[in-house]
């Protein structure tokens, strides 16, 4: 027993030295994560004339076939890193969906692509997840907020390192080296990660700290998530919202190049400008509100995201309105920026209300609602959407299917103002 004490000793005193090296190291694997996931909508159209593939399977290979190892690979994935190292867990998974990727580059045909990022979707199953609870266990309450924003910079960075090298790699060489090129580099992070990253103890940063928390039961810990009221509509608010940032954003280089009449050099500049601004802006801003805010009222981890998003709706409408790219751009900047407020807020209100022993599974059952429905729906609509109108005469097929992902803003405002009544009602009580 004392053996087990001092390790969590060690391991605590390890962590307290260097949360923001823990911090940036997890938001780098999280880079290469997402950069990973992107560079098939940025290479979308050198893949197209390669591979000869419609929009429609396109929205598959990004959506629905991915989503459907990522998703459900990711809940036995997290119940053992809740039981297990999830450093550990962590480190295999960037070694796989790294290695897929390399495999992505290597397809010779849209089955061999499929598969390839099946497993791709299989990796980053055990990415996320973990790094939330190893979040968790660093930084303590009132600044889980701005430590989830940073971490969250994965997804913009990753997407405009992704536009940037992906679209040069693609002009000045082939689509192909993009991929492998990535893969290289992950390999590398998942190598490094284990000799940077130490595993905290559970619920170190807890107001009240357990000792030796209990191994949280499988089937129990999924049915405490959905009988959560809380947890429930944070996730379907925020599958809601990733239904329109997923089929808008695998589908937004392709789009601009289509019907915009941006090329590949220009997107590797300017649209990769856009992400870090308006993406990254937004994702940092989120995590200071949260900090701010949300201390005084919980109700602010709903709010927050209802508010940003009636900003958002409008900025993404007249992004695909705007007749020439410039003004385009102008606006995805706007609508990017509103879109992400919920991400913070949804995780970090998710890890709050769980056990230090189900941290991990609890943000896995978060992932598996909004992505399923957000990663897995969103493309696979804008795809077919974009072929069928494209069969009934519309010469801008693309820009049609994406008008249609826009009544979703008022989904996910009124999932996230009925979250809000139910905070209240529980800081009532």
Known sequence: ???????????GKARSRHPMVVLWMLTFVYIINFLDRQLLSILAKPIQDSLHVSDGQLGLIGGFYFALFYCLIAIPVSWLADRTNRVAVLTAACAIWSAATIACGLSRSYTQLVAARMTVGFGEAGGVPPSYALITDTFGPGKRGMAFGIYNLGPPIGAALGIALGATIAELFDWRNAFVAIGVVGIAAAIALPFIVPEPQRGATDASPQQDPAKAPFW?????????PVMTLAAFGSGATQFVTYGLGNFAVLFVIREKGMTMGEVAIWYAIVVILGMGGGMVASGKVIDKLATTSR?????????????????CAAFIWAPGWQLALVFLTGAMFFNYFYL????????EESQPSERVLMGALLLLVMNFIGLGLGPTWVGAASDWFAAHGHANSLQMALYTLLPAYLVAIVLFLWLARRLAKGETA
Do not use: K
């Open 1 to 11: 027993m004392a053996s087990g004490a001092n390790a969590a000793a060690v391991t």
């Open 299 to 315: 109700r602010m981890y709903a709010l927050a995201p209802a508010i940003s998003l009636a900003i958002a709706g409008p900025f």
């Open 220 to 228: 129990p810990t999924i049915g405490a998530f959905f009988r959560n």
């Open 344 to 351: 913070s807020c949804s995780i970090t209100l998710v890890q």
